[in-house]
């Protein structure tokens, strides 16, 4: 097996406390050896192996986790947000604009802008996606929708309950049956999740409960969408059912807040969705404070978020959520992870993926304060270089020796 050893590293952030200082597990000076796909070894600076890359005192970070996007769609719903800046509301209705531009698109198309979208992501250090379906909302198209993601990553979504078609505006438990029977049916084998907008002008919370059971009986792990435009159930619903994330919160009673708090799913938080939509901010710190478990997500979509930055979902995190950066950077790396449910993301220790990103900056805090600002000078994912800054590239070489 060929190694790779990150040397010179001046701030290695592990996420284990067992490793290193503090929550973050910073260890300083240091090297870290990959293997082909995981990290075998956490050492001083001067590590051996059989290639080597200087960090130059740069700061070492687990890849991001983006553990919500929705990068399958065609069409552009600029004008949408450009209304919208005009004092038009945000209405999840624009959904279906995309519906009827993916439905359009062929699968070579779709598939080379899910392609363009995800370069975009490696280029901003995001290594693992979690990728919903959701803009066909027919049988075939959205399992067409699910197979394409499951091209790129392996923790595909179905989310045949985005929103109601319009062909269905009228019997919307038809629907329902739809996405419960053949739909689920076509998808599930494609998938690791299933999903559903839980939200007025969506679905409610009995039609929720429904299609998530039903997607439990299939060998589906459980994700909701909640709370995103106002007070409502799907707080609720994601606990009591058990799901892995309940993904927005901007909305949250007390009640949320204690039942998150109390619980094992995960709230994740999506603020440049908050920032494009203009509404408030989810409140993080009492998310925090209560003991919940936070992730940070772009949920890249046309719609209301149509970024791959989840550098600049961390800077709204600090600056308008009042997360700190070393809060905010665990939430969009281990946070995503715990909201995926995957032990071996998120971490820089032996065993874990070796998914890892070289800032072009001595500590993760210049994410916050050098803000809108490419600060990513290299991306590994499972090993592999999938980008890397020329300049340090010039510093790559073989057989390091100390
Ligand atoms: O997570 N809320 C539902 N789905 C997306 C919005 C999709 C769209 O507007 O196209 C979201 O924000």
């Not at 609720?236 to 059912?241: E, N, R």
């Not at 619980?263 to 969705?273: C, F, H, N, R």
């Amino acid at each position: 097996m060929r190694t790779l050893v990150l040397d010179n590293i001046g701030l290695l952030v592990t996420n284990d406390p067992d490793r290193g200082e503090g929550p973050l597990g910073i260890v300083r000076d240091a090297a870290l050896v990959l293997g082909e796909h995981r990290v075998i070894a956490v050492e001083a600076a001067g590590a051996i192996a059989d290639e080597r890359l200087d960090a130059g005192g740069r700061c070492v970070i687990p890849g991001f986790v983006d553990s919500h996007t929705h990068l399958v769609f065609a069409g552009d719903r600029s004008e949408e947000f450009v209304a919208r800046m005009a004092g038009a509301p945000y209405a999840a209705g624009g959904i279906r604009a995309t519906v009827t531009s993916t439905r359009a698109a062929s699968a070579e198309q779709l598939r080379e802008l899910a392609r363009a979208r995800r370069r975009e992501a490696v280029r901003a250090g995001i290594t693992h996606q979690e990728i919903k379906s959701g803009y066909a909302l027919d049988v075939t198209g959205e399992q067409r929708l699910c197979e394409l993601a499951s091209e790129l990553t392996d923790d595909v979504t179905f989310l045949g309950a985005h929103v109601v078609p319009s062909e269905y505006t009228d019997r919307p438990d038809e629907y329902v049956d739809l996405v419960c029977g053949e739909m689920l049916a076509a998808c599930a084998p494609h998938a690791r999740w299933i999903d559903v907008f839980c939200e007025v002008g969506a679905f409610d919370a009995d039609q929720s409960r429904e299609i998530l059971t039903a997607g439990r009986d299939a060998g589906l792990g459980l994700r909701v969408h909640g709370n995103q435009l106002g007070i409502g159930p799907g707080v609720q619903v994601a606990v009591d059912m058990g799901a892995a994330s309940v993904d927005h919160c901007t909305y949250l009673s007390d009640l949320d807040v204690e039942a998150l708090a109390a619980s094992g799913t995960v709230a994740t938080l999506l603020p440049a969705t908050d920032f494009s939509t203009r509404q408030a901010y989810p409140d993080a710190r009492r998310l925090l404070d209560a003991g919940a478990t936070v992730a940070l997500a772009t949920n890249c979509n046309p719609g209301s978020s149509y970024t791959t930055s989840i550098s600049f979902c961390i800077a709204l995190a600090v600056r308008e959520m009042h997360m700190s950066a070393a809060e905010a950077l665990q939430a969009a790396t281990l946070g995503g992870a715990s909201a995926l449910r995957r032990s071996d993301l998120g971490y820089l220790r032996p065993g874990a993926r070796a998914d890892v990103v070289i800032l072009a900056a001595p500590t993760y805090a210049h994410l916050v304060y050098r803000p809108g600002v490419p600060l990513v000078a290299a991306t590994i994912a499972a090993g592999r270089v999938e980008w890397v800054d020329p300049e340090l590239l010039a510093q790559r070489s073989s057989r390091a020796v100390r």
